[in-house]
């Protein structure tokens, strides 16, 4: 059974800065690309950022390039996400995803195991 954990969410102002992190249980957690997603209040859930296995790929979503960072900690079996320059508009649950596959991709159907999301609240 595999299982993911986020953490680090909270209520930030804006122009303020989170990390949120993900350990991942069960399996390898080197055998899995990485990705997190967001959804807002009454908005479907989108992609924001994604890792290889390796770490060697790395792909945002154009909301959020240049202010987001993706990482990875294999050893640790943990993932990041750390968050600048944030904005209300980054407001959302965000979660992590692992998926078995070797290409990092956006696409959520593709990911087998999500974590139970982390509320992320950025006032204006």
């Known amino acids: 059974q595999v299982q993911l954990v986020e953490s680090g969410g909270g209520l930030v102002q804006a122009g303020g800065s989170l990390i949120l992190s993900c350990r991942v249980s069960?399996?390898?957690?080197?055998?899995?690309?990485m990705g997190w997603f967001r959804q807002a209040p009454g908005k479907e859930r989108e992609f924001v950022a994604g890792?290889?296995?390796?770490?060697?790929?790395?792909y945002y979503a154009d909301s959020v390039k240049g202010r987001f960072t993706i990482s990875r900690d294999n050893a640790k079996s943990t993932v990041y996400l750390q968050m600048y320059s944030l904005k209300p508009e980054d407001t959302a649950v965000y979660y992590c995803?692992?998926?078995?596959?070797?290409?990092?991709?956006?696409?959520?159907?593709?990911?087998?195991?999500w974590g139970q999301g982390t509320q992320v609240t950025v006032s204006s």
């Open positions: 890792i290889s296995r390796s770490a060697v790929t790395t």
């Open positions: 069960g399996r390898t957690f080197s055998s899995y690309t």
């Open positions: 995803a692992a998926d078995y596959g070797l290409v990092l991709t956006t696409a959520q159907y593709e990911y087998e195991y």
